[in-house]
């Protein structure tokens, strides 16, 4: 995998996170007391803030958190009527646990080192291309992906599905998530914007792309549109400047659901796939204010639960809307418990490549090491500037000091990947 390949995070760096925790506490009592948003109080004890609804129904919406103004982003509703119906009963403790979760991966995230980050979208943009793969009836491992990402998945033609190759379909799908995740926000929820970052091609007739595609007059499509028509106006529904503002009047994790609901209402998933919408999410948070990353992946809450992915029934089930809040939980879930595997590794490869002299580049290499979730000897030596025989006997240090283990077991093409 190259350097191009990775997204570009925005996690927030700078301030100690003790004086940043003190500045967003006073900046959320200003904003509670200006704005008059859901009538709160916040009640103070050993540095943990809890925010609770004056309404009783209510309170069971929110948890302790170290940090109130990521609760207050996750949960915030300017209206009380914005608030579904079913938020008092049993949706009330699944968006509870869903905030909580996301929230403390948000703020893990932006305190953890810059490889950390890289390294862990990187493997979660794996694992959300597997599961959304699997909403669509392709069965593929993450690790198929990861090793077909350096060249080394050997040819196989029971991955064939109507003639195309699984893994290709689900590396397509992992190509969207990059890109998505590149962009900024602002640049993908219009139509024009939103094809232009997926490439996807909106002009022309069928048969005219068609005859581009055998001519190569035309760049690589990460999704493959059959009715370029149909597809404008699909983008066109789903992402009006209405829609999007409305999304702004609920809680950015409901806002989430009730956005792939029209995602799929307006035709998007019909016309260029489901796994657009889903791909999207991640940003719409960002957007929306609730995280400073990409962060949320939904088809991965959904993983080992595909008879409860029912977008076209959100927002007017309570079953649906809570099987979605439950699915951001485990979603979050899985980032925290990545987050964490990487930090170990992340700290296991310093210590077993740490140089013996200050200008060694062990560091380095077990940043790269940490980021990539497959690389081989050559990618890892263009990457870090060492000569090949350096760059064996590093990886070799990291094999035997349990911080690094190998993909693939054949000799003349060793893949590496950090011990998760």
Same mark, same amino acid.
């Given at each position: 995998?190259?350097?191009?390949?990775?997204?570009?995070?925005?996690?927030?760096?700078?301030?100690?996170?003790?004086?940043?925790?003190?500045?967003?506490?006073?900046?959320?009592?200003?904003?509670?007391?200006?704005?008059?948003?859901?009538?709160?109080?916040?009640?103070?004890?050993?540095?943990?803030?809890?925010?609770?609804?004056?309404?009783?129904?209510?309170?069971?919406?929110?948890?302790?958190?170290?940090?109130?103004?990521?609760?207050?982003?996750?949960?915030?509703?300017?209206?009380?009527?914005?608030?579904?119906?079913?938020?008092?009963?049993?949706?009330?403790?699944?968006?509870?646990?869903?905030?909580?979760?996301?929230?403390?991966?948000?703020?893990?995230?932006?305190?953890?080192?810059?490889?950390?980050?890289?390294?862990?979208?990187?493997?979660?943009?794996?694992?959300?291309?597997?599961?959304?793969?699997?909403?669509?009836?392709?069965?593929?491992?993450?690790?198929?992906?990861?090793?077909?990402?350096?060249?080394?998945?050997?040819?196989?033609?029971?991955?064939?599905?109507?003639?195309?190759?699984?893994?290709?379909?689900?590396?397509?799908?992992?190509?969207?998530?990059?890109?998505?995740?590149?962009?900024?926000?602002?640049?993908?929820?219009? /139509?024009? $914007?939103? #094809? @232009?970052?997926?490439? &996807?091609? %909106?002009? !022309? +007739?069928?048969?005219?792309?068609?005859?581009? =595609?055998?001519?190569?007059?035309?760049?690589?499509?990460?999704?493959?549109?059959?009715?370029?028509?149909?597809?404008?106006?699909?983008?066109?529904?789903?992402?009006?400047?209405?829609?999007?503002?409305?999304?702004?009047?609920?809680?950015?994790?409901?806002?989430?659901?009730?956005?792939?609901?029209?995602?799929?209402?307006?035709?998007?998933?019909?016309?260029?796939?489901?796994?657009?919408?889903?791909?999207?999410?991640?940003?719409?948070?960002?957007?929306?204010?609730?995280?400073?990353?990409?962060?949320?992946?939904?088809?991965?809450?959904?993983?080992?639960?595909?008879?409860?992915?029912?977008?076209?029934?959100?927002?007017?089930?309570?079953?649906?809307?809570?099987?979605?809040?439950? /699915?951001? $939980?485990? #979603? @979050?879930?899985?980032? &925290?418990? %990545?987050? !964490? +595997?990487?930090?170990?590794?992340?700290?296991? =490869?310093?210590?077993?490549?740490?140089?013996?002299?200050?200008?060694?580049?062990?560091?380095?290499?077990?940043?790269?090491?940490?980021?990539?979730?497959?690389?081989?000897?050559?990618?890892?030596?263009?990457?870090?500037?060492?000569?090949?025989?350096?760059?064996?006997?590093?990886?070799?240090?990291?094999?035997?000091?349990?911080?690094?283990?190998?993909?693939?077991?054949?000799?003349?093409?060793?893949?590496?990947?950090?011990?998760?």
């Amino acid at each position: 995998m190259g350097g191009a390949d990775l997204p570009v995070s925005r996690w927030r760096t700078g301030a100690e996170p003790s004086r940043r925790l003190t500045a967003r506490k006073e900046k959320f009592s200003r904003s509670i007391a200006a704005r008059a948003r859901l009538p709160a109080i916040l009640q103070h004890a050993q540095a943990n803030v809890v925010l609770a609804c004056v309404s009783s129904k209510l309170h069971l919406c929110f948890s302790y958190l170290g940090d109130p103004e990521t609760l207050q982003r996750l949960s915030n509703s300017s209206l009380p009527g914005a608030w579904p119906a079913g938020m008092a009963g049993g949706a009330g403790p699944a968006l509870s646990a869903a905030v909580d979760r996301l929230a403390r991966l948000d703020e893990r995230l932006a305190a953890a080192p810059p490889a950390v980050r890289r390294g862990w979208l990187a493997h979660m943009l794996l694992e959300e291309a597997a599961a959304s793969a699997a909403l669509d009836a392709i069965a593929v491992d993450a690790d198929e992906l990861r090793l077909q990402a350096v060249g080394a998945l050997a040819a196989d033609e029971e991955r064939t599905v109507e003639g195309v190759d699984r893994v290709a379909l689900a590396a397509g799908l992992l190509r969207l998530l990059r890109a998505v995740t590149a962009r900024h926000p602002r640049q993908l929820f219009t /139509a024009n $914007r939103l #094809a @232009a970052a997926a490439r &996807l091609r %909106l002009k !022309g +007739r069928p048969g005219e792309i068609a005859a581009g =595609l055998l001519q190569e007059r035309l760049p690589p499509s990460l999704i493959e549109v059959p009715d370029p028509a149909a597809a404008r106006a699909a983008l066109a529904r789903a992402l009006t400047p209405e829609a999007m503002a409305s999304w702004h009047d609920l809680p950015p994790l409901i806002a989430a659901g009730g956005f792939l609901g029209h995602w799929s209402a307006s035709g998007g998933a019909d016309a260029v796939g489901g796994a657009v919408g889903r791909a999207l999410v991640p940003q719409l948070l960002v957007r929306l204010g609730a995280t400073a990353g990409p962060v949320l992946f939904p088809a991965l809450g959904f993983r080992g639960h595909l008879g409860r992915y029912r977008p076209d029934r959100l927002l007017t089930e309570d079953g649906a809307l809570i099987a979605w809040l439950e /699915a951001c $939980r485990r #979603a @979050a879930e899985v980032g &925290l418990a %990545l987050h !964490g +595997r990487l930090s170990t590794a992340h700290q296991r =490869l310093h210590q077993a490549l740490k140089p013996a002299r200050a200008t060694g580049r062990g560091g380095l290499v077990a940043d790269l090491l940490t980021e990539t979730p497959a690389v081989t000897g050559a990618i890892l030596a263009q990457r870090s500037g060492l000569s090949a025989a350096a760059t064996r006997l590093l990886l070799s240090r990291a094999v035997a000091a349990g911080a690094l283990h190998l993909l693939t077991r054949r000799d003349a093409f060793r893949v590496y990947g950090p011990l998760l």
